[in-house]
């Protein structure tokens, strides 16, 4: 009895059209349920997404930080806004579970055991790159964005809290009888898309060992090309910090320190695979050593 073998589905083209359409009728209804139930707490979530420029506007001396809208309808469209996306975030385990049940009998068994963990890996990397962007990265970016304020406001707000300081420096109580003070005055969508941009970004990086580990498994990649690559993946990941986050040095080096290991954890990974490989099929006799023809793997040479 074959082990490896596709699952029974003779079904007539009419009938996958019909399951079709329930799966997506349940993935639809889920995204909608899941969208009403955050626009309900839209607003603690918008506060959860506000709050690491909030912290900044307060380090920097702003002892109540406030955040504007300039149309009518700007902020109920904003709640739209993370309800939408927190619906997909909500209801990617019902909507996941839809596609699967769809395209999983036309996988062979071995398909499905190696898909399946990446499936289910795939969420959690994206929320680890999400939590590492709120956490992280979107404080620093707050900071250097806010970092521009005029330097005289700042000192005038914490210089009074030091008793006798101002009157040593001669700073006590500045008069300003030329020029303008700018001052931040944030709207809400515009602070929100950064905040959000950055986490779909970082989201999207952390899927770099899912994406490389799969094409691994599909044999369009090797580690014996992840290890000569690394040069250029180091360039490429320099230029994607640049592009996804904000122009200053430290933020940016915060992305590649965090993307280059799972980059290396994905040429681990990969070796892995071929190692389990390689040793199935010499048990099969069917292994050819190409080691002569390609030369061996950089790590093997160096070890």
């Keep these: 009895m074959k082990t490896d073998e ?25 995204f909608v349920v899941a969208m009403l139930a955050c626009f309900v707490v839209a607003e603690p979530i918008l506060n959860f997404l506000l709050h690491p420029i909030e912290q900044t506007m307060r380090d920097l001396g702003d002892p109540n930080p406030v955040m504007q809208y300039t149309a009518p309808q700007e902020y109920f469209f904003t709640l739209v806004r993370i309800s939408v996306v927190g619906g997909l975030a909500l209801a990617f385990p019902v909507i996941g579970y839809q596609l699967w049940r769809f395209v999983a009998p036309g996988l062979y068994r071995s398909e499905k055991n190696a898909f399946l963990p990446f499936l289910l890996a795939s969420p959690g990397l994206f929320l680890a790159g999400a939590a590492f962007s709120h956490y992280v990265v979107t404080p620093i970016a707050m900071a250097f964005f806010l970092g521009f304020a005029d330097a005289s406001s700042i000192v005038a707000a914490i210089l009074p809290a030091v008793p006798g300081l101002p009157e040593a420096l001669g700073t006590a109580a500045p008069a300003q009888d030329s020029g303008i003070d700018i001052v931040f005055q944030g709207k809400v969508n515009e602070t929100l ?15 770099l060992p899912v994406m490389l580990t799969l094409m691994g498994k599909a044999g369009l990649v090797s580690s014996r090309g992840l290890a000569g690559m690394r040069k250029y993946a ?19 080096l915060i992305l590649f320190l965090a993307v280059y290991p799972l980059y290396e954890v994905s040429h681990f990974l990969i070796r892995r695979i071929e190692k389990r490989r390689e040793a199935e099929l010499r048990a099969q006799g069917l292994w050819i050593d190409d080691e002569e023809t390609f030369g061996p793997d950089e790590d093997d040479a160096k070890a």
């Design 193 to 207: 898309d950064i905040s959000l941009k950055l986490i779909i970004a970082f989201g999207l990086c952390f899927q």
């Design 6 to 30: 596709i699952d029974d589905s003779s079904a007539p083209l009419i009938e996958h059209l019909t399951e079709l359409r329930n799966r997506l009728i349940w993935a639809v209804l889920a």
């Design 234 to 252: 180091v360039v490429l990941i320099l230029l994607l910090a640049a592009l996804v986050t904000p122009p200053d040095i430290m933020s940016q």
